[in-house]
């Protein structure tokens, strides 16, 4: 393996074949859990922050240089604790973008204020980096952009990063705050396109990772759920199992029941550092990241979209 990766970075240089060519024709677990831990690097993002920015301008700047359309979907909403205005983003990152069919890949990329769910109440205002909750699925959504370029898809495709998914300082709160918006806007101002489905990435790495069906996906958008899993059943990768498991609020409710994409979660629930100070890269896994990649790829080249 190092001779073939010494050989392949000398034909670069020597021009034999072009930097584009050597690219990996799979997803890479190395260079995804290196996109998790510098997105982690920044601190916490949580909506409205110098966190957040920052992770705006350095996945703006990954996207747009591998050759995706990027856009930000703007609006103020409230502060839950001071109730003043907090300017909110949605990243869309297009693909393919005169397509009129499309189709959705999202996650959230805010992080939660603070780690609420651990076991001491004075460790519940400690930084939380959320780098399975918030950065697993941007993570994947970087690496895929390597590849989606050349990628042969019957439509176009949109990552959509949500924002404020849990912009939550005390019990309860209002959830998926970035996914209503996004939905609503689709609803009431159509654009010039149509979304077939979606599919949402929400704690993807996991080291002991284990995908089941989760229950509302399977009730709202069960052939898009079914059509994942088959793509992850194809290609070998069985940490989706095709059992139901956890009925959960996420994002893709609000894409289901206000927008009417039909939208499956892809959600390890069953991770023991959820909401806790030790969601950090080191309880992360790369090849877990490269997995749900692989399932993604497969997945985007055949989405169950209606024939023309």
């Not at 023991?272 to 080249?301: E, F, T, Y």
Request: contains cysteine.
């Amino acid at each position: 393996m190092e001779r073939r990766v010494i050989t392949i970075a000398l034909l670069v240089c020597l021009g034999v074949i072009s930097a584009q060519a050597a690219e990996p024709t799979a997803p890479d677990p190395a260079r995804a859990f290196g996109y998790l831990k510098q997105v982690c690097d920044i601190g916490p993002r949580i909506s409205g922050t110098e966190g957040m920015a920052r992770q705006q301008d350095l996945l703006a700047k990954h996207f747009s240089s591998l050759g995706g359309k990027v856009g930000f979907q703007e609006w103020d909403s409230p502060h839950p604790l001071t109730g003043q205005p907090v300017r909110l983003k949605n990243m869309i990152v297009s693909w393919h973008p005169e397509a009129t069919d499309r189709v959705l890949l999202c996650c959230h990329y805010d992080t939660r204020p603070y780690p609420d769910e651990e076991l001491f109440p004075s460790h519940r205002t400690a930084p939380f980096i959320g780098a399975n909750d918030g950065g697993s699925g941007v993570a994947v959504l970087m690496e895929l952009a390597h590849f989606l370029p050349t990628l042969p898809v019957k439509t176009g495709v949109d990552f959509v990063l949500f924002d404020a998914e849990e912009l939550i300082f005390k019990k309860p709160g209002k959830f998926c705050v970035g996914s209503e918006y996004f939905a609503t806007q689709y609803r009431d101002q159509p654009p010039p396109y149509r979304y077939h489905c979606g599919v949402l990435l929400d704690m993807v790495g996991d080291k002991d990772l284990q995908i089941c069906y989760e229950v509302n996906s399977m009730k709202l958008a069960p052939k898009i759920a079914q059509s994942v899993w088959a793509s992850a059943k194809k290609i070998g990768v069985k940490e989706f199992i095709p059992r139901k498991r956890y009925e959960l609020t996420d994002d893709h409710l609000p894409l289901n029941q206000i927008a009417k994409i039909p939208t499956c979660d892809v959600i390890d629930f069953d991770y023991p550092h959820w909401h806790k100070r030790n969601d950090i890269p080191a309880s992360c896994s790369g090849d877990s990241l490269a997995k749900v990649s692989r399932v993604m790829l497969h997945w985007l080249q055949d989405p169950p979209v209606p024939a023309r």
